[in-house]
């Protein structure tokens, strides 16, 4: 038994006062869950601290709250490691644990949010139910085994909230349609079963909340008690719907992606000075002969490039003379056009419940290896499957130690 | 105006999400309500899968011959029948809707072995069927919410009788706001699962109070095998959750603390996959006789099974293992040990989900028709939810069309009402904290009516929940508002409790044999000529009154079972 403290950012609606911090002492083994110790206080000294919980198991999705700061479920979350994580962040290395509830939703009361009017709706908005052709067959669909699997990641998704409370895309933009939800439509979108790909890609990526509004901040990785990673389904469906279903979208989205991987393939780094006008009046046509659109993006864009250049985002202002382009030293610009191609040519879905061959142990050398620490960038995702295809990524080529540390900067990911 | 619908499903797990889907088939006005938004209910924690004889070469009166010897043949023969009959049509539903079930190398739904079963037909996701199946079922309540309500944290507290003893409606408290309503229904389907909770440590979610079962024993309608509770063979010792049985289908072993595989002593043929109640039996007599760990336990060994196929189909062990044990299962043992997992028992029902009282249905964890008798197989709790959730919710639509609806008496609102304000209302003083009592009740529970019982444990037992009874009135709680009181939610949910433990004791006091998962070591022998029969419970002033009711049997005469 140990003691721990937990803070509790509280809120009793009924007593017409605002939001206050109360601290409880509580005396649990340090292997059990922050949630323990709040139905501790609850069952104990003080009834009237209310938290929604059911399974205790990180099954049901009800205890989404903050703790020190990060989405998170309280049941899976042990007082140990609460612990560790706030004294990491208090100066002089201890700290009471610090539990609130969850982000980007009206508060209820304690640690109880509003998911109906923000997380429930944005599920509701995907049209969240399978939509297959015509009438069902006499037994099942024979659909590939690769598929069910890749959708069961996001079937893990237990809606509770964790990603929406951590979204830095939905703090800006209340509107987004958030990670829970276009994970969900990458539910359908992946299911070989539902007849609705294309109108589906086609409405998420036309609404300007959809899937160009995420800005690949991780944290919904990050936040996510299961392992669905919100957020690279919200990739994949950007894919499927600007690669495979060619489909533009209201914010100029594709074009940019486009835009940052040509500038990538053809010069290993990126030549910002291109990026802009790349991504809205492409190739020598487009720059000879610009749309009204191309012009009127290119113009709206510039208080944001001036405003990079005053805050210092854009260092070297030679960089913006299109051919002036720094090369990285040791032909290194010649090993990120080759991660490149690599990529081009495979097309690598991350994915939990697809673990290739049986796992080998990788070699010394390997972590240097730029295509390991590349596409394995996840350290939470060992598994790689080629989409659509039975073909498996060689894992010993491609599958990082599975207890690497994820960097929420990884290089590599597509953009 | 108050909420009226024809029929109003109270629970919304697989089994009450299934009703109320069958029950809007027929064109009707229905209704669901849950305590806790729908997704959060327990069905969840199903892991391992759902059983259906679809296979090749597989039969259904296999599959229900497994699950009568299953339940030591005190199921009812002509409801395993309909189940494992309709189990196929039921899987291919399902797949319909959108189930991500695991596929075979040709496309084809896939299976694995489980427990007690003589042929591999256990069909799942990944170890999430229970959730994969219900989220599913919750994309079609959001599709048809035009013809299905759904009222999401809404607490019943009591049904609601009219002078003629039909169930016409309940009272429910909206957990929000606190405010309480009558609600008007021509037929009432309870789906509010089992109540694992009475015990401590269990598998069950802390919801898991059986709320439904005690609202229809208070309102006559009888109980029945209240002594048949499943203790699940792999726990974790400490928190009590749930390692699935799909770790022993894969091929896991179960290791004494000196590394003997200790079921080819108990069940030579079947080893790991013989039914629950002998396993748990088996690993309760290691750790009772010395050869388990020090925590009480013996372990639980999954590194036999290849890492990919671990990755693949047990992932959500590995995170459990890892985040509540922190022990990789990939590498190392686990350790495990039988702990509460299933309500066998419950409202009695019939093959549609009817109880005596007219308008009154059960069905899921909740209903005991029996499909389960003794012992439930596993894989087949799935299945129950869905072929008699569906039963229930269309049978009752079709009541629906034939009878008129009846205005509940205001009276049980007043009453509920007055018992909140009272309970909310009560002074520190006279008694101790609600949460106290719940926990003196899971642990003597526990310790008394588990694995192994006898009479004088029994009756210890019983003494203990009968004072626990006559100091639930003046027990008292803190929050005193109606905003989100999860307290005053805890205190009803306490007397539910009790009189269904009640009612668990005073079964398990009568049946003198041990059949299931009811073994009494001072009648360790099966009694088919006592015993073959259920015992029914029914509300009679401070007693519960013991009745008996026959096994139906069809074609499987009861025999002796070796696994």
Known sequence: ?415 | MAPKHDVLVIGAGLAGQRAALAAAEEGVSVGIVSKVHPVRSHSNAAQGGINAALQEGDSWESHAFDTVKGSDYLGDQDAIEIMCREAPEEILHLEHLGVTFHRNDEGRLGTRAFGGASQARTYYVADITGQAIMHVLYEQLMKFSAQISRYEEYFTTRLVLDDEGRCVGAVLRNVADGSMELYEAKNVILATGGNGQIWRPSTNALICTGDGIAMAYRVGAPLMDMEMIQYHPTTLAKKGFLITEGARGEGAHLLNAEGERFMERYAPNKMELASRDVVSRAEQTEINDGRGFDDGTVALDITVVPRKRIHEALREIVLVGRDFAGVDITREPIHIKPGNHYTMGGVKTDVNGATPIPGLYGAGELACLSVHGGNRLGANSLLDTLIFGRRAGKHAATRAKQVDGARPAEAALRDSEREVAELIGRDHDNGRRISVLRRELGETMDRFVAVFRDEDGIQTALDRVKKLQEELPSAYIDDQGTVFNQDVLGAIELGFMLDQAECTCVAALHRTESRGAQYRTDFPERNDDEWLKHIELSPNGDEPEVSYSPVTITQWQPAERTY
């Open chain 1, 1 to 415: 038994m140990a003691e721990y403290t937990l803070k509790v950012r509280r809120y009793q609606p009924e007593t017409g006062e605002g939001p206050y911090w109360e601290e409880f002492k509580v005396d649990l083994d340090p292997d059990l869950s922050v949630l323990d110790g709040l139905l501790q206080v609850r069952d104990e000294k003080d009834g009237t601290l209310v938290v929604r919980c059911s399974c205790r198991a990180a099954i049901c999705g009800s205890c989404g709250t903050k703790i020190n700061g990060q989405s998170t479920l309280a049941c899976k979350t042990q007082l140990a490691e609460a612990q560790d994580g706030a004294n990491r962040r208090s100066p002089d290395g201890s700290a009471p644990i610090v539990v609130e509830p969850m982000g980007n939703m009206p508060v209820v009361k304690d640690l109880v949010t509003d998911m109906e009017s923000t997380h429930w709706e944005k599920i509701r908005r995907v049209t969240p139910w399978l939509i297959p052709e015509g009438d069902p067959p006499e037994r099942e669909y024979v659909v590939p085994p690769e598929s069910m699997i890749d959708v069961t990641q996001s079937m893990a998704c237990i809606q509770c909230g964790a990603c929406v409370s951590s979204c830095l895309s939905m703090e800006a933009d209340p509107e987004f349609v958030g990670p829970a939800a276009l994970a969900k439509a990458y539910r359908f979108v992946g299911d070989p079963r539902d007849a609705e790909t294309r109108q589906r890609l086609y409405d998420l990526a036309q609404d300007p909340h959809g899937i160009y509004d995420c800005t690949h901040c991780f944290q919904c990785i990050d936040a996510c008690p299961k392992g669905v990673a919100p957020m690279d389904q919200i990739m994949r469906l950007r894919r499927k719907a600007g690669h495979d279903e060619d489909i533009n979208d209201v914010n100029n989205g594709r074009r940019h992606e486009l835009a940052f991987t040509k500038i990538i393939a053809r010069k290993g780094t990126l030549d910002e000075s291109l990026l802009l006008q790349e991504s809205y009046a492409q190739g020598v046509g487009g720059k000879l002969m610009p749309t009204s659109g191309a012009i009127k993006g290119l113009i709206g864009s510039l208080p944001t490039a001036i405003r990079g250049i005053r805050t210092g985002k854009m260092r070297s202002l030679a960089k913006l003379i299109p051919g002036v382009h720094p090369k990285l030293p040791d032909g290194a610009q010649q090993h990120v056009k080759s991660v490149y191609q690599h990529a081009e040519e495979h097309r690598e879905e991350l994915n939990l419940y697809i673990t290739g061959e049986e796992e080998v142990e990788p070699e010394p050398d390997e972590a240097s290896d730029p295509l390991a620490s590349a596409v394995g960038g996840e350290g939470r995702h060992p598994e790689l499957v080629t989409e659509g295809g039975s073909e498996t990524v060689g894992t010993s080529e491609a599958t990082p130690e599975a207890d690497v540390e994820p960097e929420p900067d990884e290089e590599g990911r597509l953009s």
